[in-house]
């Protein structure tokens, strides 16, 4: 069971990136799905998150209106399409997998992890 996160690099302040995560030996269909980023020296935190079904999204504060996560359950795939990026959006970017059908803005009922993926956003 893995989930691969891709499409991390470097992008000039007010580019953007689209991060797939992509599941293999196992489906999450059925499961609510989030993308988290750990930046040097800080606390990973919940960036987006998306229900098993994309009816119902979270977005923390800092990423609404420039951020849009959505889901492909045919394909077993996850994407966060990233725009207006800032320097302060560098960090490796994590997709995970709830135990649960719904999102969660906390990282305790994320059982399945990505490898994470970099971001650099150059001022």
């Known amino acids: 069971v893995q989930l691969q996160a891709s499409g991390g690099g470097l992008v000039q302040a007010g580019g953007s990136l689209r991060l797939s995560c992509a599941a293999s030996g196992r489906t999450f269909s059925n499961n609510g799905m989030g993308w988290f980023r750990q930046a040097p020296g800080k606390e990973r935190e919940v960036v987006a998150a998306?229900?098993?079904?994309?009816?119902?999204?979270y977005y923390a504060d800092s990423v609404k209106g420039r951020f849009t996560i959505s889901r492909d359950n045919a394909k077993s795939t996850v994407y966060l399409q990233m725009n207006n990026l800032k320097p302060e959006d560098t960090a490796v970017y994590y997709c995970?997998?709830?135990?649960?059908?719904?999102?969660?803005?906390?990282?305790?009922?994320?059982?399945?992890w990505g490898q994470g993926t970099l971001v650099t956003v150059s001022s």
């Open positions: 995970a997998a709830a135990q649960g059908s719904t999102w969660s803005s906390i990282s305790r009922p994320y059982t399945v």
């Open positions: 998306i229900n098993w079904n994309g009816g119902s999204k």
